[in-house]
């Protein structure tokens, strides 16, 4: 049996996508033998945004889920630059998301169970990236063999190939590639949530041993195929300002006109006041149509899930490799999927896969498949649902879990 140290800034009841993914990794280790200690910060699971991502607390618990997994919940204080010269300073250095630090009460505390436990392997969940570089800190000290997992890089737009990076980013950008090469050199292995974010990787700090890793879903949720009350349209989530979300909107409102207006309901849920698509929805959904709520917890974010008939999403057009977590719920409900506009990527070669759902590229064909769906509803009670269940579950973050653990015995 392996006894693995794991650093994650991000960890349950965060409730966050990166806690979900550091969550399901530690459970389905344990359960599969591996002894696992967990190093994250306290979280009392209110958390639901950057500014509360980085609150200060001086509270502190350890946790023993089962005999083979531990957590230790440890103190935190944010730093910040308190100048535009110090922040410069930062980066000259490789001390970066310092919001975030890792190096005070994480440090010490893994030297600490280190000295009185024999820890086999370290697997290191970034971002913050400052976890890379505590990372690569401990195995000097230790040479115990670590495993890099970037569940985003340091700037997701690298992966765009519109020009999206300002000259000023541009610079910083290359700072993360050289310290993050010094940092992952002497590294097991690295790993990520995508092919194209896998080969991106390994291209830029040579290294050849790397593994596709998910995120995948951890509630497999039964189909429930009870009518709704009305036809129920949602969107569980963020929506980026990036995302091209207008042929959504636009198509879904000319769904709504050209039918009675009181049969069908519309949630955008995880979307604050503050978020450029809010006015975008006032403005463009009737409101007798539309409900809007802020992030919320995700039990009851998942009851609007489960009472929707679609499930729609705006993909990354011209990005490359960016799923976004709820994408694997949405497998997970039996639910029929929209994704407008396709990736023409990872989501929608997912969806062809799983034949879950549709990506579409214009408000006529969202219109249309909504029309679709809809009078199936009208005359079943439920919309006809086509998923693959063979290939869903493929998607699942135990048999996810099973790839990291053939990665780790390499």
């Keep these: 049996m392996k006894n693995i140290l794991f650093i994650t800034y991000y960890y349950p009841p965060c409730n966050s996508p990166g806690a979900n993914r550091t969550g399901a990794w530690a459970k389905y280790l344990s359960e599969n033998g591996y002894k696992v200690i967990v190093v994250t910060r306290y979280w009392d699971g209110t958390e639901n945004n950057k500014e509360t991502y980085i609150s200060n607390t001086n509270n502190s618990k350890t946790i023993s889920v089962n005999e083979n997994l531990k957590v230790y919940y440890l103190p935190f204080i944010s730093k910040q630059n308190k100048t535009k010269l110090s922040a410069i300073i930062n980066v000259f250095k490789g001390n970066f998301d310092i919001e975030y630090d890792t190096n005070g009460n994480f440090y010490n505390k893994i030297n600490e169970i280190i000295r009185k436990e024999p820890i086999d392997l370290i697997i290191t969940s970034a971002p913050p990236i400052n ?20 569940r985003d890089l340091w700037d997701n737009n690298e992966m765009s190939s519109k020009n999206v990076i300002a000259a000023k980013n541009k610079i910083i950008n290359s700072f993360y590639r050289y310290y993050i090469n010094k940092w992952v050199k002497k590294s097991k292995g690295l790993i990520s949530v995508s092919k194209p974010f896998v080969e991106y990787i390994s291209e830029k700090f040579g290294i050849s041993n790397v593994e596709v890793i998910i995120n995948g879903y951890l509630i497999d949720y039964k189909k429930n195929n009870s009518k709704t009350k009305q036809f129920t349209i949602s969107s569980i989530g963020k929506i980026y300002d990036r995302q091209e979300y207008k042929i959504l909107l636009n198509g879904i409102a000319s769904f709504i006109k050209s039918k009675n207006n009181e049969s069908i309901m519309v949630n955008f849920i995880g979307i604050s006041k503050t978020d450029k698509i809010y006015n975008d929805l006032i403005e463009i959904i009737p409101k007798n149509n539309l409900l809007i709520k802020e992030r919320i917890q995700k039990l009851e974010a998942d009851k609007y899930m489960l009472n929707s008939d679609v499930l729609i999403y705006s993909g990354w057009k011209m990005y490359s490799g960016i799923f976004s977590s709820k994408i694997f719920e949405y497998l997970a409900s039996r639910k029929n999927i929209i994704i407008a506009p396709s990736d023409n990527d990872v989501i929608d070669e997912l969806l062809k896969q799983t034949k879950s759902g549709v990506s579409l590229n214009t408000e006529n064909e969202v219109r249309e498949q909504l029309n679709l769906l809809y009078n199936e509803w009208l005359n079943n009670g ?19 879990v099973s790839k990291l653990i ?5």
């Design 406 to 410: 053939k990665f780790i015995e390499k």
């Design 131 to 150: 976890t890379i570089k505590l990372t690569s800190r401990i195995y000097k000290q230790t040479k115990i063999p670590f495993i890099i997992d970037f």
């Design 382 to 400: 439920f919309s006809t649902y086509v998923g693959i269940e063979k290939e869903i579950e493929k998607y699942s973050a135990s048999k996810q």
